[in-house]
């Protein structure tokens, strides 16, 4: 069976309809054990105090927006190359939600800043590419909303999600590229000098899983709702008297 099967719209209507169930009940379970565990059951870092329990939504909410617009540019590709409707349909479902990440992401950066850095917002490397990110959000969310042609709208919102994907990267590894940023390293490494305390780790990581499932579901249904309004405009279309 190729994968390529499920870009055809009845088979990822039926694929995507199976796997919702589970997804919804998993991410609904991830998110209330990891946060419920994370601000309640974890100590008060020894520095931070109380305030080092917003990792538990900063973290997840960056990595998500993050990695949805890697996603967005993995089936943007995929729409250039092999013109499947619905890996562009996927791309544009995925976008609101990454936004939605992304201010999550600035949101509670700032509230986090304050107390750290003495302010809610600095002109950091990784802060400044984040924004940057998010500005590419809006302007892709746009040119969908300003381009009726459908096709169209498809092959010039992946263009503009190949060049945001460079800001997406920088997000992701501007503290490695400038050593002199405010922002911390990488809460999850490998390296245990910079890796998240034990007591931190678990819960942080059935977080993380919440807000992936959280966003399986979400852009499933996001998909799915996209096609049925493509069906139904081919339907006007078909109808309409010439």
Same mark, same amino acid.
């Given at each position: 069976m190729s994968l390529w099967e499920y870009a055809n719209p009845v088979k990822f209507m039926a694929?995507? #309809?199976?796997?919702?169930?589970?997804? @919804?009940?998993?991410?609904?379970?991830?998110?209330?054990?990891?946060?419920?565990?994370?601000?309640f059951l974890t100590p008060d870092d020894y520095k931070q105090g109380s305030t080092v329990k917003?990792?538990?939504?900063?973290?997840?909410?960056?990595?998500?927006?993050?990695?949805?617009?890697?996603?967005?540019?993995?089936?943007?590709?995929?729409?250039?190359?092999?013109?499947?409707?619905?890996?562009?349909?996927?791309?544009?479902?995925?976008?609101?939600?990454?936004? @939605?990440?992304?201010?999550?992401?600035?949101?509670?950066?700032?509230?986090? #800043?304050?107390?750290?850095?003495?302010?809610?917002?600095?002109?950091?490397?990784?802060?400044?590419?984040?924004?940057?990110?998010?500005?590419?959000?809006?302007?892709?969310?746009?040119?969908?909303?300003?381009?009726?042609?459908?096709?169209?709208?498809?092959?010039?919102?992946?263009?503009?999600?190949?060049v945001g994907s460079v800001f997406a990267l920088l997000s992701r590894y501007a503290v490695n590229?400038?050593?002199?940023?405010?922002?911390?390293?990488?809460?999850?490494?490998?390296?245990?000098?910079?890796?998240?305390?034990?007591?931190?780790?678990?819960?942080?990581?059935?977080?993380?899983?919440?807000?992936?499932?959280?966003?399986? @579901?979400?852009?499933?249904?996001?998909?799915?709702?996209?096609?049925?309004?493509?069906?139904?405009?081919?339907?006007?279309?078909?109808?309409?008297?010439?």
């Amino acid at each position: 069976m190729s994968l390529w099967e499920y870009a055809n719209p009845v088979k990822f209507m039926a694929l995507s #309809g199976r796997i919702l169930p589970a997804a @919804t009940v998993l991410s609904a379970a991830c998110l209330f054990i990891g946060l419920f565990w994370g601000f309640f059951l974890t100590p008060d870092d020894y520095k931070q105090g109380s305030t080092v329990k917003i990792i538990f939504l900063h973290v997840p909410s960056a990595l998500m927006a993050i990695n949805i617009w890697l996603m967005m540019l993995v089936t943007s590709l995929v729409w250039l190359v092999r013109r499947h409707h619905v890996s562009a349909l996927a791309a544009r479902a995925a976008a609101p939600i990454g936004i @939605t990440m992304t201010l999550i992401a600035l949101f509670t950066g700032a509230i986090w #800043g304050k107390p750290m850095w003495g302010t809610y917002w600095a002109w950091d490397p990784r802060l400044t590419s984040f924004m940057i990110l998010f500005v590419f959000y809006l302007g892709y969310i746009a040119l969908w909303q300003a381009i009726e042609e459908a096709d169209t709208a498809a092959d010039l919102t992946s263009i503009l999600c190949m060049v945001g994907s460079v800001f997406a990267l920088l997000s992701r590894y501007a503290v490695n590229f400038w050593n002199q940023g405010l922002h911390q390293g990488a809460s999850l490494s490998v390296d245990q000098e910079t890796h998240v305390d034990n007591a931190f780790y678990l819960p942080l990581v059935v977080c993380i899983a919440g807000f992936v499932l959280l966003f399986v @579901t979400l852009v499933l249904l996001r998909t799915r709702t996209h096609i049925r309004q493509r069906r139904a405009q081919a339907l006007m279309v078909r109808e309409a008297p010439h």
